[in-house]
């Protein structure tokens, strides 16, 4: 047995995990010789907020972009409990927002238009800064797709909310696509905008992203313009009943126009999105998300 965790809280219980440390091998190939055990006899947590990158890459000095998200856990419209950015949970729409981003013109610069996403429009090149409070009691690892961020700053359990300023950030920050951002407290990351397309960022407690705790980076929209699928991807969508032109209900006369958007999340959780009359086809149903 291992406890990893690199929240002070569990390292001052160490104690308590003496005497289950165990090293073996795992055997892929009974025919092969063992090799000489690499031992660690002592658990030596450390904070991985405090790693250096390979690259010895300086912090970017600055940012163009702060996006700035309170996660909190909350209630939607029925009562049932959601996991929120900003008091605003994910809500899934019926276009995904890669597509509605592709098809939408000139509109796909607006907001709006993706609905209840927690959508985020970055432009190309800027440098951009997360700062996420975690207002809940319990840590949470939050993941972004598309990059590897700078994390500047992941303080201990307890710390607060960022204070709203910059000071004292590392100057080789380790790199990470996750960081776990301690409880009742906030992390500080960056990353340059250099990768178009639609990414993720969420919670990778995956019960924590059925509960809606999902924000969607629109990066570089207007170089996602009329960009092309593979007929395959288009032909899952198609046989899943999914629409993959327009806004986020598929309006495409006016992509400003939000009848039809899914303003209240689903009552049942049924996984990925399926049809009642298609078959379960996961793989397919995964080619028509946004990431
Ligand atoms: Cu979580």
Excluded at 46 to 71: E, G, R
Excluded at 119 to 147: C, E, W, Y
Aim: glycine share 6%; hydrophobic share 35%; aromatic share 10%.
């Amino acid at each position: 047995m291992s406890v990893i965790s690199n929240d002070a809280a569990y390292i001052q219980k160490q104690e308590a995990y003496q005497g289950l440390n165990y090293t073996g091998y795992l055997v892929m190939d009974s025919s092969q010789p063992l090799t000489k055990l690499d031992v660690v006899d002592k658990w030596q947590p450390v904070d991985d907020a405090h790693f250096k990158p390979y690259n010895k890459a300086p912090a970017y000095p600055s940012y163009d972009k702060l996006i700035h998200l309170d996660f909190e856990f909350c209630f939607d419209h029925n009562g049932y409990p959601r996991a929120c950015f900003n008091n605003i949970t994910y809500i899934e729409q019926k276009v995904p927002t890669l597509y509605s981003a592709a098809t939408t013109g000139e509109f796909n610069t607006n907001p709006i238009i993706y609905g209840q996403v927690n959508p985020l429009i970055i432009s190309h090149g800027d440098i951009v800064q997360i700062v996420v409070n975690n207002i809940d009691a319990a840590t949470h690892p939050f993941h972004l797709h598309g990059h590897h961020f700078q994390v500047l700053d992941r303080p201990r359990s307890g710390t607060g909310n960022w204070p709203g300023r910059d000071v004292n950030y590392a100057r080789n920050p380790p790199m990470r696509d996750t960081v776990a951002v301690m409880a009742n407290s906030y992390a500080v990351l960056r990353f340059k905008a250099d990768n178009p397309g639609v990414w993720l960022f969420h919670c990778h407690i995956e019960w924590h992203v059925a509960m809606g705790l999902t924000a969607t980076i629109i990066e570089a929209p207007d170089r996602l313009r009329g960009m092309t699928f593979p007929p395959d991807h288009l032909a899952a969508c198609d046989k899943l009943g999914i629409p993959y032109r327009g806004n986020a209900a598929g309006n495409t006369d006016d992509p400003a126009n939000t009848t039809g958007f899914n303003t209240v999340p689903p009552t049942t959780y049924k996984g990925p999105s399926l049809s009642a009359s298609t078959k379960p086809m996961a793989t397919s149903a995964t080619d028509c998300k946004p990431t």
